[in-house]
């Protein structure tokens, strides 16, 4: 287990540099927003500060919300709290999460979010400074024990909400649930029925694509890939093998954003992912959710998935999927003499700044990013990458990561896992710009993959022209 040991500790140093974006737009935005105070504390931390009190979490669809849900009424008979939840698939989660910060109501207090959300509501002043709580000791439990929390994870949940400053610095705006990489899952059921090598560069998957297209009859296919329309489509497999071909989103020219998705390597990459979906991929794909496309996999309509590390993992667990004993890890292939840029996911709980119960609502945070949950939610939960160094540490932790070719992969894709898109203020728009361009290809509406992403560049040139870039 030593060497799982230290896979994670060059992980989470190397994040703690590659994490950091390299610049971040202005324009219409207001900064430096810091959520608003709480309310003064002061005499020994007690779990029960807010008995009586009632608060609302809105939770995305997700295995790191199921796990936090069953424990629930454990942390009500703990602090005496109410807590009121809802739960929303991801196609449309996160406009209710706007709808509601919009508001200022404050009748959401707690939310799910990520670093792409940061850079909108942060900036908005829709999000409390978490800092404010950490730097009382008031309100800090004895076991809670912030250096135990991976420290390039919980940075990539600070910004100090300035045009053309990195994340990294600045306010805590979120802790972190658990982060995820992007990976290649395989059926080797499959693959030795139909004598498929498992793919070590993007032709061969694209030939063990086509070659399984069918594989058990109608509806069954070769790869598992996110196709609905919205900003959560590009950002697991195509934007990993986007950003591995040597792509990029944006350059900076005199001072603003250039979109330049149609340079040789953007279309390039794009005409072969096109060719992947329309040959080897789901016809049903331009529908296909975090969900179906890990479902698929689990029961073998689709012989292999490329997606999040949590979704892929998910399937390979027994019990949670007819195939799950044939699921395998590897590393996404990439074209050959490249190096495989994986697209970094970190999910975390938010306060709402307009929260009108942010001392119960940091308790329910506090408990549910502490040590005793996450060594239940890391083995219990298989919760994947799990947050806290204790809880990656636990020998049943362990023996769990050490199954079905995870290590193996994860020791292939560190290095490369970053959070790879610009950051900018209008990413979602972007996003789903993008992923309207990948079904309109997919479905023939243009003449060639150049004309597509010339279109494209177009657009998101218009979509960002209010963002300057400083130094």
Same mark, same amino acid.
């Given at each position: 287990m030593k060497r799982t040991k230290g896979l994670v500790l060059l992980f989470v140093l190397a994040l703690v540099v590659s994490?950091?974006? *390299?610049?971040?737009?202005?324009?219409?935005?207001?900064? =430096?927003?810091?959520?608003?105070?709480?309310?003064?504390?002061?005499?020994?931390?007690?779990?029960?500060?807010?008995?009586?009190? &009632?608060?609302? *979490?809105?939770?995305?669809? %997700?295995?790191?919300?199921?796990?936090?849900?069953?424990?629930?009424?454990?942390?009500?008979?703990?602090?005496?709290?109410?807590v009121q939840y809802s739960v929303i698939p991801e196609s449309n989660y996160f406009d209710k999460v706007t709808t509601q910060l919009n508001s200022r109501s404050g009748d959401m207090d707690i939310f799910m979010t990520g670093p792409y959300q940061i850079w909108e509501y942060a900036s908005a002043g829709y999000m409390q400074d978490l800092d404010e709580f950490l730097k009382n000791p008031a309100y800090i439990s004895d076991d809670f024990d912030v250096?135990?929390?991976?420290?390039?994870?919980?940075?990539?949940?600070?910004?100090?909400?300035?045009?053309? %400053?990195?994340?990294?610095?600045?306010?805590?705006?979120?802790?972190?649930?658990?982060?995820?990489?992007?990976?290649?899952?395989?059926?080797?059921?499959?693959?030795?029925? %139909?004598?498929?090598?498992?793919? &070590?560069?993007?032709?061969?998957?694209?030939?063990a694509a086509k070659a399984l297209k069918g594989h058990s009859g109608p509806n069954t296919y070769g790869v598992a890939l996110r196709g609905e329309r919205g900003w959560a489509t590009p950002i697991t497999a195509y934007f990993s093998l986007y950003y591995s071909w040597g792509a990029k989103d944006f350059e900076v020219k005199n001072g603003k954003l250039s979109a330049v998705v149609n340079s040789p390597e953007a279309v390039a990459m794009t005409d072969w992912y096109v060719n992947l979906i329309k040959s080897g991929g789901s016809s049903t794909w331009g529908s296909a959710t975090w969900y179906s496309s890990g479902a698929e996999l689990g029961a073998g309509t689709a012989a292999m998935l490329i997606d999040s590390s949590q979704n892929c993992f =998910?399937?390979?667990?027994?019990?949670?999927?007819?195939?799950?004993?044939?699921? *395998?890890?590897? &590393?996404?292939?990439?074209?050959?003499?490249?190096?495989?840029?994986?697209?970094?996911?970190?999910?975390?709980?938010?306060m709402n700044a307009s929260s009108k119960k942010k001392v119960p609502a940091w308790l329910f945070m506090q408990y549910f990013t502490g040590k005793e949950y996450q060594q239940f939610a890391s083995v219990d939960g298989r919760i994947v990458q799990t947050i806290r160094?204790?809880?990656?540490?636990?020998?049943?932790?362990?023996?769990?990561?050490?199954?079905?070719?995870?290590i193996d992969t994860f020791n292939g894709t560190v290095a490369g896992t970053t959070l790879l898109p610009t950051p900018q203020y209008h990413f979602f728009e972007i996003g789903t710009e993008w992923s309207a361009t990948l079904q309109d290809l997919v479905e023939g509406k243009y003449a060639s993959t150049q004309q597509a992403m010339d279109a494209l560049k177009k657009k998101l040139d218009d979509i960002v022209s209010d963002i300057e870039v400083t130094n």
């Open positions: 994490l950091l974006p *390299v610049y971040a737009g202005g324009g219409s935005q207001s900064g =430096g927003a810091q959520g608003g105070g709480i309310p003064a504390a002061t005499g020994k931390f007690s779990w029960t500060m807010s008995s009586g009190e &009632t608060i609302n *979490v809105l939770f995305n669809q %997700h295995p790191y919300a199921d796990e936090i849900i069953k424990k629930i009424p454990d942390f009500e008979k703990l602090t005496g709290i109410k250096q135990d929390l991976f420290p390039s994870i919980l940075n990539a949940l600070r910004w100090d909400a300035k045009a053309g %400053h990195l994340m990294g610095t600045g306010p805590l705006w979120g802790f972190p649930m658990g982060y995820e990489s992007n990976e290649l899952v395989y059926n080797k059921r499959i693959f030795a029925e %139909h004598n498929i090598k498992v793919p &070590t560069n993007t032709d061969e998957l694209l030939a =998910g399937q390979t667990v027994k019990g949670n999927s007819k195939e799950a004993e044939n699921l *395998v890890f590897t &590393t996404i292939p990439v074209p050959r003499g490249k190096s495989l840029k994986s697209n970094l996911w970190v999910w975390a709980m938010a160094s204790s809880s990656f540490n636990q020998p049943a932790y362990q023996n769990i990561v050490s199954t079905s070719g995870f």
